[in-house]
């Protein structure tokens, strides 16, 4: 096959302690999966079916262990800001997923963060538009090394948090998910087929805010990875 342009490089994410590589296909993301995060956001926290929005694959920047990754403040915002998550990825073809199955669908586990310019975000919500320019830009999905399942297990207890120039912004605990990672994918799952490649961002506690050219913003999700990364 001769192509009329250049491809685009596949997006990767590393493997933990590994010379491998995890190619991304798709990034979805849960929204307000967390109550006190839902609250500050000006939502209802009740226990209504999660939803989702996108990233393109090529958002992600893998940001390896005990480094600082340059993520340059993106335009046309004032307002850029930091959510610490736990990602999952799904390494097993599958549709209508249930609930109990779902582990098996999963390859393996990362920190990430969902930057977002929350101005563009919030103009768009409040017309009824979709959010894509306040969160599906370059550089919004900095990632950490995948750790495998079948070394991590899978966490449904741990700290989730997040500092900005040292100073504690974000602090949550996966039991506090509104939405189960096996429920986030059985629900996706019947919207979506889900393939080797994918990746969920999983929700982010409360504390979310704004950071500045400068400041360096450090996160992680306990037994998952740690990242930090650099605003320019």
């Not at 995890?22 to 109550?35: K, L, S, W």
């Not at 993520?71 to 004032?78: G, L, R």
């Not at 959010?131 to 899978?154: M, N, Y």
């Not at 100073?167 to 996706?188: F, K, N």
């Amino acid at each position: 096959m001769n192509y009329v342009i250049p491809p685009a490089s596949q997006p990767v994410v590393p493997v933990a302690g590994s010379d491998d590589s995890f190619p991304v296909r798709r990034i979805y993301c849960v929204g307000r999966n967390y109550a006190a995060h839902a609250r500050e956001m000006g939502s209802d926290p009740e226990r209504e079916p999660p939803f989702f929005f996108c990233k393109p694959a090529d958002a992600i920047v893998p940001v390896a262990p005990g480094s600082t990754m340059e993520i340059a403040y993106p335009p046309q915002t004032s307002n850029f800001h930091h959510e610490v998550e736990l990602v999952v990825a799904i390494g097993k073809r599958g549709t209508a997923i249930a609930r109990e199955a779902a582990k098996d669908f999963v390859w393996g586990y990362a920190t990430g963060f969902d930057m977002t310019r929350r101005d563009l975000q919030f103009a768009l919500r409040d017309k009824g538009r979709p959010w894509e320019l306040g969160k599906a830009f370059d550089q919004s999905a900095p990632i950490t090394p995948l750790v495998p399942a079948s070394r991590c297990g899978h966490p449904t207890a741990g700290r989730v948090w997040l500092t900005v120039n040292g100073q504690l912004r974000q602090e949550g605990d996966l039991a506090d998910l509104i939405w189960s990672v096996p429920e986030t994918i059985a629900h996706l799952s019947q919207y979506f087929e889900l393939f080797p490649g994918d990746l969920i961002f999983t929700g982010t506690p409360e504390g979310v805010g704004p950071v500045a050219k400068g400041d360096l913003v450090t996160g992680g999700v306990d037994g998952v990875g740690e990242l930090s990364i650099r605003i320019i």
